[in-house]
């Protein structure tokens, strides 16, 4: 498991680059190479299922950046986030990694893509091809009936389905899905069941999917643990261990396929 250490608050002067590792067999953490850059709110890595981490920076940055795991190095070498935007600081988790490949000359996404919200209640939504080393933009807003996303956004990737689950963030309930092959989000909020029970996802909110349930932290100080079942489209709320504290900002869940790292 990878993670880097962001920043304390808003104050940027103890923003730092660190990236650490954990060892899942022998629970201990590595302080792995520097990032190019300090992190920051919006910050956020993703595997790319391919032996490399990707990162943006955020913080009102442009900045795409590439981390391999075998060599434990960065690469700053990468195209930026398309002109004239960038990953703004008022964000969640912005990134999710889809490993699905759609239409006909050309095919996108042969070797998977990086998903990306801009963040700061824009709709902006960015797609980068791995395989093209290649970022898009314009193809696929959030519809303004939906709305931009803010703090406490995330996104999941169905892998059974080939769809990404999103939340809106900024303390609503709002839940949405965006059709991969279809380049399409859903046109309206009601159309996938928001956060049951007036819950709103905010500061430290986070998704993730798993055979066949999407999992959501609302988190904003709060203990809850949620799941949207697919195939049901409804949503479960799991208990929460007495011993378990709340939840807040810059909090993420992930999955580990058999304890393995």
């Not at 022998?26 to 709110?41: H, K, R, V």
């Not at 981490?53 to 990468?78: E, G, H, K, N, Q």
């Not at 406490?152 to 709002?174: K, L, P, V």
Request: proline residues 5%; hydrophobic residues 30%; glycine residues 10%.
């Amino acid at each position: 498991i990878y993670a880097i250490n962001g920043q304390d608050g808003s104050d940027t002067t103890n923003a730092v680059p660190y990236l650490f590792r954990y060892d899942i067999a022998n629970n201990s953490w590595t302080q792995m190479a520097d990032a190019p850059g300090t992190w920051g709110y919006g910050s956020d890595i993703i595997s790319g299922e391919n032996g490399k981490l990707y990162a943006v920076r955020a913080r009102a940055y442009d900045s795409f950046w590439s981390y391999d795991i075998s060599s434990d190095s960065w690469s700053d070498t990468l195209p930026s986030i398309p002109s004239p935007y960038q990953v703004y600081s008022q964000n969640g988790h912005p990134l999710v990694y889809s490993s699905v490949s759609y239409g006909s000359d050309p095919v996108y996404c042969e070797n998977g893509c990086i998903y990306s919200f801009r963040g700061n209640n824009n709709r902006q939504f960015f797609r980068f091809d791995i395989s093209l080393s290649q970022w898009y933009s314009g193809f696929a807003d959030i519809p303004s009936a939906i709305g931009g996303v803010h703090y406490g956004s995330a996104m999941a990737f169905d892998s059974t389905n080939g769809d990404i689950y999103a939340s809106r963030g900024y303390n609503t309930d709002e839940f949405m899905k965006y059709d991969i092959d279809l380049e399409t989000w859903d046109a309206d909020a009601t159309d996938t069941p928001d956060l049951p029970g007036g819950l709103g996802m905010y500061y430290g909110g986070s998704l993730t999917y798993l055979n066949g349930y999407v999992y959501a932290l609302p988190a904003n100080n709060r203990p809850e643990f949620l799941r949207y079942n697919i195939s049901a489209g409804s949503w479960d709320s799991i208990l929460t261990p007495a011993y378990a504290s709340n939840d807040y900002d810059g909090d993420l869940m992930v999955f580990v396929p058999n304890g393995t790292d």
